[in-house]
């Protein structure tokens, strides 16, 4: 199997910073995309100097095009938008479990309550609060059979109604508050990840439109020494008069 050396960088210095640097964590000016190499042109106009720049000047160049591009489209920046430009300059992951972000939040008194909401809201109860209904109803309506502790109009069995009431309402209203806080950071999650993917796939874009850009040049550099090439090989062949 052969033996591939391993690839030798060199030191360059950075056309930003100035600062020496291996090639390795370094990009060529040439293939710097255009919107970023107009936002180097004002803030450092001879960063062309070395014909290098660094990935980290190159990185605060991305979020601060980034930046300007999110303000003059909706006039001024959130924190989900600052987290978003962040993510796309220092290329993180911008996805999330937002059930794990939240569980990590919640107290066991919201655990219990949800329990409770969800409980309440499923057809065990239901049926079960219903045979417990019929039973109660049942055994003090008929005295020849059982002991009537509670006989008509039922007013314990109204009362104890009344309490499973008075506990069920703001438990269910806790359950419905801390599932609009799931949604809430879910949506923000989503906005974010929307928001990314949009600007990625602009900068996508401009990438391509780079590469064709330099390819059409390299063609035409490229058609045009041949041309030159045909002239010259039509001249040598001409008889000599």
């Not at 030191?11 to 710097?32: F, N």
């Not at 450092?44 to 990935?55: E, F, K, L, N, V």
């Amino acid at each position: 199997m052969p033996h591939h050396p391993a690839r030798q960088y060199v030191q360059e210095t950075c056309g930003v910073c100035k600062r020496l640097k291996s090639t390795r964590d370094m990009t060529a000016c040439d293939v710097v995309r255009p919107s970023l190499a107009e936002e180097l042109d004002r803030t450092t106009p001879d960063w062309r100097s070395t014909g290098w720049i660094c990935h980290d000047d190159l990185q605060e160049c991305r979020r601060r095009s980034v930046e300007d591009m999110i303000r003059r489209e909706r006039g001024q920046l959130s924190e989900l938008d600052r987290e978003v430009i962040q993510s796309i300059a220092s290329h993180e992951v911008l996805t999330e479990n937002t059930e794990e972000s939240y569980e990590e939040t919640v107290t066991l008194g919201d655990r219990i309550a949800d329990r409770i909401a969800s409980f309440a809201g499923s057809w065990t109860f239901i049926l079960s609060f219903l045979f417990f209904l019929v039973a109660w109803i049942v055994i003090n309506a008929i005295p020849a059979i059982f002991t009537n502790f509670d006989p008509y109009p039922f007013i314990l069995l109204n009362l104890f109604l009344s309490m499973i009431a008075a506990f069920q309402a703001p438990l269910i209203m806790m359950s419905q508050r801390r599932q609009e806080e799931k949604d809430r950071l879910r949506s923000q999650n989503d906005y974010q990840i929307n928001l990314k993917a949009e600007l990625e796939i602009r900068h996508l874009h401009e990438k391509l439109d780079h590469i064709l850009v330099g390819q059409w040049e390299r063609l035409s550099k490229i058609q045009a020494m041949q041309l030159e090439l045909f002239e010259e090989l039509s001249d040598t062949r001409k008889p000599p008069r």
